[in-house]
């Protein structure tokens, strides 16, 4: 298995940036197709973006597409949400996630579809 713990969530106007990142332990995340998920008060999980196992394809949900990149670091056993143009939309609680299955993207992944989580940390942005 692989432990995940995200950091780099904190507080920033709206039109600012922040970079997330997840840090894994154990097995290499190479191993796992990665992933970075939110939730905001009174939501569901919902996807953000997704990498295939290898990190050689990226899917992003609509919203954050052109704002938002991901990025990993095999070497470093991390992966990296940089996050631009923030909106107040935004304000969640971000997890990031490891799948142990071979990721297609063909339909929006659910939760249940990554078998491993971090913590979770906070992005608030204000207006």
């Known amino acids: 298995q692989v432990q995940l713990v995200e950091s780099g969530g904190g507080l920033v106007q709206a039109g600012g940036s922040l970079r997330l990142s997840c840090a894994a332990s154990?097995?290499?995340?190479?191993?796992?197709?990665m992933g970075w998920f939110r939730q905001a008060p009174g939501k569901e999980r919902e996807f953000v973006v997704g990498?295939?196992?290898?990190?050689?394809?990226?899917y992003y949900t609509d919203s954050v597409k052109g704002r938002f990149t991901m990025s990993r670091d095999n070497a470093k056993n991390t992966v990296y949400l940089q996050m631009d143009s923030l909106k107040p939309e935004d304000t969640a609680v971000y997890y990031c996630?490891?799948?142990?299955?071979?990721?297609?993207?063909?339909?929006?992944?659910?939760?249940?579809?990554?078998?491993?989580w971090g913590q979770g940390t906070q992005v608030t942005v204000s207006s």
């Open positions: 990498q295939t196992w290898n990190g050689d394809s990226t």
């Open positions: 154990g097995r290499t995340f190479s191993s796992y197709s």
């Open positions: 996630a490891a799948s142990r299955a071979f990721m297609t993207f063909r339909n929006t992944p659910k939760p249940a579809s990554y078998d491993y």
